[in-house]
């Protein structure tokens, strides 16, 4: 089996990176992004739909640029966000059996916004969901001082370690955040898990990625398995 490239899921480099790339990059890679008014771009993070989207486009864009390729075999890997992709790669490419797929890693990949996940994350994803659905409220899950740092954020378009930083050690979700609608519309298009896959897909997760559960990721593996007894 001759595998000759790796395409690497979007995630987060360091913040001096991001501060040096255009406004429609930075949204395309999921990427905190302000306009004139700091009302906020429109951002993907945590949409693994949409990155693994952006994977497939890639990789036949390779697959097409380079002809000298002896093999058009690849695998897909990503880590925390991009492990997340790399999962919804796999899924996706039950559907869309993309020539030479060989399979996924997803290295403490992001699951499910809903299942024991913690606060910060949560609070990532309202920008998408407010652009996905212009009907909803924020103020509906998130607190006052919810609200006030995810302001912050956006306005000072912070990096994946600046937004962690701004969003601990304040009480940042209503206690009934889980039941609005659009939260749960938004977690079934979005979540990984319990669906079909093609190919084969490593998950690696450790018990030291705080932001992680592990019960969590071997609860959604585990119902992987069941929709896909033969892969």
């Keep these: 089996m001759d595998v000759q490239s790796i395409i690497l899921s979007p995630d987060h480099p360091a913040d001096d990176f991001e501060a040096s790339l255009p406004d429609a990059v930075r949204e395309s890679l999921g990427f905190w992004t302000?306009?004139?008014?700091?009302?906020?771009?429109?951002?993907?993070?945590?949409?693994?739909?949409?990155?693994?989207?952006n994977v497939s486009l890639a990789v036949q864009a390779a697959q097409t640029a380079f002809l000298e390729l002896s093999s058009k075999h690849f695998v897909v890997i990503g880590y925390f966000q991009g492990g997340g992709s790399a999962w919804t790669c796999a899924q996706q490419q039950a559907i869309l059996h993309l020539h030479a797929y060989l399979g996924a890693v997803a290295v403490a990949p992001v699951t499910t916004v809903l299942a024991k996940t913690l606060p910060v994350l949560v609070v990532a994803v309202v920008p998408g969901i407010s652009a996905m659905f212009p009907e909803f409220?924020?103020?509906?899950?998130?607190?006052?001082?919810?609200?006030?740092?995810?302001?912050?954020?956006v306005q000072i378009g912070a990096g994946i370690a600046s937004t962690l930083t701004l969003l601990i050690g304040?009480?940042?979700?209503?206690?009934?955040?889980?039941?609005?609608?659009?939260?749960?519309i938004y977690e079934r298009l979005t979540n990984n898990g319990g669906k079909e896959i093609a190919g084969r897909l490593l998950v690696i997760q450790g018990e030291s990625v705080p932001r992680l559960r592990v019960v969590v990721a071997i609860g959604v593996v585990?119902?992987?398995?069941?929709?896909?007894?033969?892969t």
Excluded: M
């Design 34 to 53: 302000s306009n004139s008014n700091n009302s906020g771009g429109r951002v993907s993070i945590l949409a693994c739909l949409s990155h693994a989207n």
């Design 170 to 184: 304040v009480q940042l979700l209503q206690a009934n955040w889980r039941e609005n609608p659009f939260v749960q």
């Design 222 to 230: 585990n119902r992987t398995v069941d929709h896909s007894p033969n």
């Design 137 to 153: 409220n924020r103020k509906d899950i998130l607190t006052p001082d919810g609200e006030q740092r995810l302001d912050l954020v």
